[in-house]
């Protein structure tokens, strides 16, 4: 039996109430797994940093109260264990953890069989598929999916104290003009020159992203509706400035106009920001274009 168990693919610790190791087997894959042997009769208070450790004991006691199997991830690296030698991977290991309450007492105490399995591999491929998918193919830049993501995020932590959001929706004037004289190849060009001119002028914080099409939004954090505007106007030139040159003599000049919206008490919906951002990009379109406009009532 204890040739069975060590021979488990992936370790597995029992692990009790006051979280103790009381016995680990099986991960015996050193391209996968460290040799935990050395853990046991240790707490995980002598072997984790406190928060670490922390967080472990909360998970072990979460599935004692439920009774029943629970499924955490988290990411661990040997250098986090005390006493882990360096015989294993080098890179922090992306764990899933099936916990499940043991129905007997281990040494007195109630405790768990914690299976951790090696999911790095998943985990990066899944990060990857997912960073994919918010990207626009085009220019690199995040797409509508992110842009909502981030958005929805913001406003749900959204504090009437102290939070400070800004959205800017921007649409490249005249673009039909562009594809039908130039091509789309040139089109695409315009579009990936205002991305890149765009993107290099906002804060590392701030999300600039494409929309699809010639239409472009900013999401902007910590910021009042003057500072907001001063950046759209700040994007406005920055895009009446960008260098196209599709033919030999040649260099039309490219424009957008910009929405802006604000967060306030009364617009805190990721449609109302929207909305509202689009009825002011609208203004700015039949007001002449290459404008940003506000949209009103953001106290």
Same mark, same amino acid.
């Given at each position: 039996?204890?040739?069975?168990?060590?021979?488990?693919?992936?370790?597995?610790?029992?692990?009790?109430?006051?979280?103790?190791?009381?016995?680990?087997?099986?991960?015996?894959?050193?391209?996968?797994?460290?040799?935990?042997?050395?853990?046991?009769?240790?707490?995980?208070?002598?072997?984790?940093?406190?928060?670490?450790?922390?967080?472990?004991?909360?998970?072990?006691? #979460?599935?004692?109260?439920?009774?029943?199997? +629970?499924?955490?991830?988290? /990411?661990?690296?040997? =250098?986090?264990?005390?006493?882990?030698?360096?015989?294993?991977?080098?890179?922090?290991?992306?764990?899933?953890?099936?916990?499940?309450?043991?129905?007997?007492?281990?040494?007195? /105490? +109630?405790?768990?069989?914690?299976?951790?399995?090696?999911?790095?591999?998943?985990?990066?491929?899944?990060?990857?598929?997912? @960073?994919?998918?918010?990207?626009?193919?085009?220019?690199?830049?995040?797409?509508? +999916?992110?842009?909502?993501? =981030?958005?929805?995020? =913001?406003?749900?932590?959204?504090?009437?104290?102290?939070? @400070?959001?800004?959205?800017?929706?921007?649409?490249?004037?005249?673009?039909?003009?562009?594809?039908?004289?130039?091509?789309?190849?040139?089109?695409?060009?315009?579009?990936? #020159?205002?991305?890149?001119?765009?993107? #290099?002028?906002?804060?590392?914080?701030?999300?600039?992203?494409?929309?699809?099409? /010639?239409?472009?939004?900013?999401?902007?954090?910590?910021?009042?509706?003057?500072? #907001?505007?001063?950046?759209?106007?700040?994007?406005?030139?920055?895009?009446?400035?960008?260098?196209?040159?599709?033919?030999?003599? /040649?260099?039309?000049?490219?424009?957008?106009?910009?929405?802006?919206?604000?967060?306030?008490?009364? @617009?805190?919906?990721?449609?109302?920001?929207?909305?509202?951002?689009?009825?002011?990009?609208?203004?700015?379109?039949?007001?002449?274009?290459?404008?940003?406009?506000?949209?009103?009532?953001?106290?």
């Amino acid at each position: 039996m204890e040739e069975a168990l060590a021979a488990l693919p992936d370790p597995v610790f029992v692990l009790t109430e006051s979280g103790r190791y009381a016995a680990i087997f099986g991960g015996p894959d050193r391209a996968h797994y460290h040799d935990g042997a050395c853990l046991v009769n240790f707490s995980l208070y002598d072997v984790l940093p406190q928060e670490r450790a922390d967080w472990f004991l909360a998970e072990i006691r #979460a599935t004692l109260a439920a009774g029943c199997l +629970r499924i955490v991830e988290y /990411e661990l690296a040997a =250098a986090e264990v005390e006493g882990v030698d360096g015989d294993g991977p080098a890179a922090p290991i992306r764990f899933e953890g099936r916990v499940q309450p043991l129905r007997s007492p281990v040494n007195g /105490e +109630r405790a768990v069989l914690w299976l951790a399995s090696n999911i790095t591999t998943r985990h990066e491929m899944e990060q990857q598929l997912r @960073r994919l998918s918010e990207t626009d193919e085009l220019t690199g830049f995040p797409n509508r +999916r992110r842009l909502m993501a =981030a958005l929805n995020e =913001a406003l749900a932590q959204y504090d009437t104290h102290n939070s @400070r959001i800004a959205l800017l929706l921007m649409d490249i004037d005249h673009f039909k003009t562009i594809n039908d004289r130039y091509g789309h190849p040139a089109g695409d060009a315009v579009i990936c #020159a205002i991305s890149s001119a765009c993107g #290099a002028r906002i804060k590392r914080r701030d999300l600039f992203a494409r929309l699809g099409g /010639e239409e472009f939004a900013t999401v902007l954090y910590d910021i009042t509706a003057g500072q #907001a505007l001063i950046v759209a106007e700040r994007l406005r030139k920055t895009v009446a400035d960008v260098l196209f040159e599709p033919k030999p003599g /040649e260099s039309p000049r490219i424009t957008v106009s910009i929405g802006v919206s604000v967060v306030g008490p009364n @617009r805190r919906r990721t449609h109302d920001l929207l909305s509202q951002a689009d009825a002011a990009l609208y203004i700015a379109k039949q007001g002449g274009r290459n404008r940003v406009v506000l949209a009103e009532d953001y106290d």
